[in-house]
Antibody, heavy 121, light 107 residues
Framework: QVTLKESGPVLVKPTETLTLTCTVSGFSLSNARMGVSWIRQPPGKALEWLAHIFSNDEKSYSTSLKSRLTISKDTSKSQVVLTMTNMDPADTATYYC?????????????WGQGTMVTVSS | DIQMTQSPSSLSASVGDRVTITCRASQSIGSYLNWYQQKPGKAPKLLMYAASSLQSGVPSRFSGSGSGTDFTLTITSLQPEDFATYYCQQSYSFPWTFGQGTKVEIK
């Protein structure tokens, strides 16, 4: 069974750095047909794609957030990590990780349950 | 960035109705268009990929069409469990982008 699970702080202060971890099971982060994205959703708003990492460690980022984001992976631990610097209350959202699978046109076929992050002093 | 625009933003429909949601890309994306369904408090679920391919396990009342810049998601005979928000997403080029969502509500 393929699963992804997000973990990280529930509350961060403005200007702090957020670190989120996505732990995957049921597939390998070295599988050339699969990658992992981070996607967020502010309360009551639309989905926003943030970043993606491929099996070969190639990375892509949201244009508007590129300067604040870093995505990385530890294949041996089956983990993908997202860091976002200089957090602001506008970054309050549910953060999801999802698998991008080339066999389904790189669509996100499996999602984590999401983790809610609140930015407040 | 490729902008994805959905219409309508919301709609009211009855069980058994045929529902059509439109997604327009700001430039041609071939068939690299995916559709998701999201229910309150839940993660999105993949419905359609490559514009017209039904994801495994998704009921056949869902269908997708289109290529280039204009795409549609159709639900024939709307069921109670289909009331949700639907998002399109392009996987043609980075940065990947989502539409703003279409909320399907009960009339």
């Amino acid at each position: 069974q393929v699963t992804l699970k997000e973990s990280g702080p529930v509350l961060v202060k403005p200007t702090e750095t957020l670190t989120l971890t996505c732990t995957v099971s049921g597939f390998s982060l070295s599988n050339a047909r699969m990658g992992v994205s981070w996607i967020r959703q502010p309360p009551g708003k639309a989905l926003e794609w943030l970043a993606h990492i491929f099996s070969n460690d190639e990375k892509s980022y949201s244009t508007s957030l590129k300067s604040r984001l870093t995505i990385s992976k530890d294949t041996s631990k089956s983990q993908v990590v997202l860091t976002m610097t200089n957090m602001d209350p506008a970054d309050t959202a549910t953060y999801y990780c999802a698998r991008g699978y080339s066999s389904v046109s790189a669509a996100f076929d499996i999602w984590g349950q999401g983790t809610m992050v609140t930015v407040s002093s | 960035d490729i902008q994805m625009t959905q219409s309508p933003s919301s709609l009211s429909a009855s069980v058994g109705d045929r529902v059509t949601i439109t997604c327009r890309a700001s430039q041609s994306i071939g068939s690299y268009l995916n559709w998701y369904q999201q229910k309150p408090g839940k993660a999105p679920k993949l419905l359609m990929y490559a514009a017209s391919s039904l994801q495994s396990g998704v009921p056949s009342r869902f269908s997708g069409s289109g290529s280039g810049t204009d795409f549609t998601l159709t639900i024939t005979s709307l069921q109670p469990e289909d009331f949700a928000t639907y998002y399109c997403q392009q996987s043609y080029s980075f940065p990947w982008t989502f539409g703003q969502g279409t909320k399907v509500e009960i009339k």
